[in-house]
């Protein structure tokens, strides 16, 4: 028999191409290939805080709620506990008045956040707050408490379908959040605001939620509604600016008014 | 005085040389031919047929002469001439085409289209028809320009495209002349021209005529076919998705059109998913001849729309989940334009092309993503709330005019005008919508370009002035190019200044693939700059091999950074957007050309850019999305017979740069009706482009046969048609050979590479053409 030499070297070229082939798979079992690096960076550990000075006639309203920031291969995010730090200092004390509230935290009481009973914000006032806890950073922050807004209360009108009425807001909110509270359930309506204006408001609701009962208004300050308007991440290897209205940490110490409406 | 009159009187006198113009069409359809060569036998003079199938040979000797026309595709024709000192216009003149044995597809045309081959140094130029023979480009001009290697990515999945260093904003794309907006479908990320109505696709990356402005990047010139002038032809492409043809007809005696479109709407997402969805593009062109004037009409239309909503899946999972579950997005978008084009040659000498056109884009684009997942161990709630909301639309009004002056010692005068009215409208919305923003400009420009040659040296000249309104000053662009033939080997350099008065948002980090750029003015901003240094080498090595070495400088001036959470927050400009530089530089291997039956190219690329601004890293500069330093594509088609080609696409490059997080925080979502927390893990991500992923491999197969048996040709058979085709395309033949597209981290494993061009796939087409 006659051996065909170029048959045999394509057949041998083939079979090598495929076992190349093969070796080069990153089975899915595999983590994969990694990427290199061009600057290696280093994690800044910090504390992750939220602060809210929150206006309005309830005991215990305002709180700080303070975690940690973690490094990325620290632990699962989504089984184990949350790194909440109970044994911080957390004082918050106003321009205007000299005394300093120390907030605390009490274990199965108040969900984590640090409170005080003692403490009443008013509106128009800035308080500063300072966090100090055992190996991070000091943690400190400030936040204006947003003058409440206007209802207008001779062109509320209410009617089987809408409510609507007139609503004057202040330079220093932010950002509303307006509800409408109805027997069976609520609607919102949320917009963004830097100035003092006039804004007509119009609800029109569905028979199911019942007849309406009352207008909650929150009037946010600058850092809360640029936290509470902040893009989530969802995206990996994205280039995302921290989201942080303190120093020397993480999170967001901010200010927020609620208004009460009773509709006739 | 008398000095201004003389030198007119000698330009004058210039216009009376004996040129010798024409147009050249084929005999059949009448459609024009581009690089015909036209020679003076005996002479050395000679020049080759444009895009419309014109020509001009200059300063041709008097006497009796005998013209040669010669083109790859059509039989040779000579014409007996009388030359005086008097211009001559010869009219049409036309070819017969001829049939080829079976040899190579042609990558390498002796053409001078839109943009003039001996002198252009920064262009690839490819035959549509490269996209009909090689199937695994899935008929995309964008997955074409793709293997161009001034070419880089960012995301595979995005159509966007990065040309030498630049933005993708910064890349112009015009359907005959008119400017597209976003010239890409949503839905496949396919551009939006059909290649059944394409005639010529050409992309400058750089040191542009003093004719084009307005982008600093890249110059994407789509040309469509024009009709035929006796005979209705045309081809479709029937699929389960939809329908693909374009079809040519006559009009009357000097006029044809020219019709084509696609309606793809996907059933499987329709039904499976409840989602409605389409996807379409259509293209009409008219052309009509009057006397020395070609007329033009060209009309486009493009729509994507989309549904998506996970509360449409219902049926497959339990309702409880969607309680504290939403997630869907719709995307709106619609690109239109129409226009009328004029191409007049009075005398030989003179030519006058204006153009009058509208274009528009509009889009508009919804996401969200709420779920609650409850904790009881920490009693913090995950929580997320995500919402991207994006309005966006520019029209465009845009006139016209150019004149071109063919004068004594070889030279070509260029003056031109164009005033475009910029319509903007923009509006972003996240958990709050903002308040809308329309804003009108006018752009304006004025050029003058002079093309010298002396010998086997071309020199070309040229000054752009612009600007954005008619309060700011007139900005120059001064630009120079020169060529200089050894041989067979032409030496070429240009340098050339850019500015450009429209910016775009960045929204690659919001949406998981940025399909699209959402374009604002830069009024009351000084504009995009940059400067390009080019210094390149062609040559021939055969007749059909052909290759350049070209480098490159571009010295990013000034560019702007405007992104999503930016604009979120604000709409006026000064207050979002942010002035930075960057560089690029590299250098680009080209060896493209025929061998026997083998056709198409490979390229070498290596290249570097940065950007640097204030506000990220004290202003460092990092690498920007698409640096990818080594880059090698190879697009080659191989004619096994007359009805079979074989063709294999693969691109080895370096992997782009990303940003690997340090660490995670709580981004925490307050609740104020329970003033309660939640919170989501957000990335630490302190310095930009920190990591480079590993390096990409996509290596693909295609093939394409002329059926003459069996169903497909007994179809073709049946409706009476003239010829059927089959393509497959096996995709992704380095099995399993992960190209990560992220990475996740899972606990007790680590870092997971997450690919997308993984798994290999086979698909089949089918064509039908009359």
């Known amino acids: ?136 950073p000091e943690l400190t922050a400030s936040a204006s408490v947003p003058h409440l807004p206007e209802i207008d209360t001779n062109s509320v009108q209410v009617s089987a379908d809408e409510v609507s009425f007139r609503l004057r807001t202040t330079a220093d909110a932010y950002l509303y959040d307006v509800y409408l509270f109805c027997e069976n359930g609520q609607l919102v309506e949320r917009f963004t605001n830097n100035q003092i204006s006039i804004k007509e408001m119009k609800f029109k609701f569905g028979s199911s939620l019942g007849n309406p009962l009352a207008i909650q208004i929150f009037s946010y300050d600058e850092n809360m509604a640029s936290v509470a308007d902040a893009t989530s991440s969802i995206i990996p290897q994205s280039f995302l600016e921290t989201i942080s209205t303190v120093e020397g940490g993480y999170g967001c110490f901010g200010a927020v008014s609620v208004l009460t409406y009773i509709l006739p | 005085m008398k000095r201004r009159l003389a030198l007119l009187l000698i330009l004058c006198g210039g216009l009376r040389a004996a040129n010798i113009s024409g147009y050249i069409v084929d005999e059949k359809t009448g459609e024009a031919i581009i690089g015909v060569n036209v020679l003076i036998a005996n002479t050395g003079l000679g020049a080759a047929t444009d895009l419309r199938g014109f020509f001009v040979v200059r300063q041709a000797p008097e006497g009796k002469q005998t013209l040669r026309l010669s083109h790859i595709s059509y039989t040779e024709r000579e014409i007996a001439l009388e030359v005086t000192d008097k211009a001559l216009f010869l009219g049409t003149l036309k070819m017969e085409a001829r049939a080829l044995p079976t040899e190579a597809v042609e990558v390498i045309g002796q053409r001078r289209t839109l943009i003039e081959k001996e002198m252009d140094i920064a262009s690839f130029q490819v035959d549509p028809i490269v996209l009909l023979e090689a199937p695994q480009l899935r008929d995309d001009v964008f997955q074409l320009l793709k293997f161009s290697p001034s070419v880089s990515i960012s995301d595979p999945l995005s159509p966007q495209l990065h040309v030498r260093g630049g933005d993708p904003g910064e890349n112009l794309v015009q359907l005959n002349g008119m400017t597209i907006y976003n010239p890409q479908h949503f839905f496949s990320g396919q551009a939006i021209f059909n290649p059944y109505s394409i005639k010529d696709i050409e992309m400058l990356v750089g040191g542009f005529d003093a004719e084009y402005g307005g982008r600093n990047s890249s110059i994407l010139n789509i040309t469509t076919r024009e009709g035929h002038q006796s005979e209705v032809h045309g081809e479709f492409w029937p699929s389960t998705s939809g329908i693909n043809g374009a079809i040519e007809f006559p009009v009357k005696k000097k006029a044809t059109a020219m019709l084509s479109g696609r309606i793809i709407s996907d059933l499987t997402y329709r039904v499976l998913m409840n989602s409605p969805n389409i996807m379409g593009d259509f293209v009409g062109s008219y052309l009509q001849k009057i006397g020395r004037t070609q007329l033009r009409l060209t009309t486009f239309y493009a729509r994507d729309y989309l549904d998506y909503s996970i509360d449409n899946l219902i049926l497959y999972f339990p309702s409880d989940i969607y309680e504290n579950f939403q997630e869907g997005f719709i995307t709106d978008t619609d690109n239109r334009a129409i226009g009328i084009q004029t191409h007049t040659l009075f005398r030989t000498n003179v030519l006058l092309e204006t153009h009058i056109y509208h274009s528009g884009s509009r889009a508009a684009n919804d996401s969200y993503v709420n779920f609650i997942f409850p904790d009881t161990v920490s009693n913090l709630d995950r929580v997320i709330k995500y919402r991207t909301s994006i309005r966006n639309s520019v029209q465009d009004y845009t006139a016209k005019a150019n004149l071109s002056l063919f004068t004594f010692w070889n030279q070509t005068w260029k003056v031109g005008w164009e005033q475009s009215r910029l319509t903007f409208y923009n509006k972003i919305g996240g958990q709050a919508d903002t308040s809308s923003r329309r ?221 690997w997080e340090t660490g995670r925080y709580n981004q925490y979502f307050y609740d104020p009706l329970e003033n309660s927390v939640g919170g989501f893990p957000r990335d630490i991500t302190p310095v930009k482009n920190n990591v480079r992923f590993p390096s990409r491999i996509v290596w693909d197969v295609g093939w394409k046969k002329k059926l003459r048996d069996g169903f497909g040709y007994h179809l073709m058979e049946y409706l009476g048609l003239e010829e059927a085709y089959m393509t497959v395309t096996i995709r992704n033949l380095l099995f399993l050979r992960r190209n990560p597209y992220y990475y996740f981290y899972f606990p007790d494993f680590g870092y997971y590479a997450f690919g997308t061009e993984y798994f290999p796939s086979i698909s089949f087409g089918y064509t039908l053409r009359f």
């Not at chain 2, 500069?621 to 080609?645: G, S």
Request: glycine share 6%.
């Open chain 1, 1 to 136: 028999m006659q051996i065909n030499k170029p048959k045999i070297l394509m057949f041998f070229i083939i079979i090598s191409a495929i076992g190349l082939d093969w070796q080069s798979c990153d089975t899915p079992w595999q983590p994969g290939p990694a990427p290199s690096t061009i600057i290696e960076t280093e994690f800044v550990p910090g504390l992750n805080i939220l602060g809210v000075v929150r206006l309005e006639d309830t005991t215990a309203s305002s709180f700080v709620y303070v975690e940690r920031a973690y490094a990325a291969d620290e632990y699962d995010t989504w089984s184990d506990t949350l790194p909440i730090i109970k044994d911080a200092r957390v004082r918050i004390s106003g321009s205007g008045d000299t005394t300093s509230y120390i907030f605390r935290y009490y274990d199965n009481l108040s969900d984590h956040k640090y409170i005080n009973v003692d403490f009443r914000p008013v509106a128009g006032e800035s308080y500063h707050l300072t966090i100090t806890a055992p190996g991070l």
């Open chain 2, 439 to 659: 804003i009108s400009a006018d752009l304006q420009a004025a050029y003058l370009q002079d093309k010298i040659e002396i010998g086997p040296l071309s020199l070309k000249f040229g000054i752009r002035s612009s600007r954005l309104m008619a309060t700011e000053t007139w900005r120059l662009e001064p630009r120079a190019a020169l060529a200089l033939r050894l041989g067979i080997t032409t030496l070429k350099a240009a340098w050339g200044r850019y500015y450009q008065y429209l910016t775009t948002l960045d929204s690659r980090n919001r949406e998981f693939i940025q399909f699209l750029d959402y374009y604002y003015n830069l009024e009351n901003h000084k504009p995009v700059e940059s400067t390009h240094y080019i210094l390149g080498v062609e040559g021939f090595f055969t007749d059909k091999l052909e290759y350049s070495v070209t480098a490159y400088y571009k010295d990013l001036t000034r560019l702007y950074r405007l992104e999503y959470d930016a604009a979120k927050q604000s709409l006026e400009l000064s207050d979002i957007l942010e002035a930075g530089r960057g560089e690029a530089y590299g250098i680009e291997w080209l060896l493209r050309g025929e061998h026997e039956r083998l056709s198409g190219w490979i390229s070498y690329t290596y290249s570097h850019g940065t950007r640097s601004y204030p506000s990220l890293q004290n202003g460092k500069p990092y690498f920007y999305e698409a640096d990818q330093p080594h880059n090698l594509k190879m697009l080659l088609m191989y004619k096994l017979t007359d009805a079979i080609t074989a063709s294999t696409t693969l691109q080895f490059s370096s992997g782009y740069p990303r940003t």
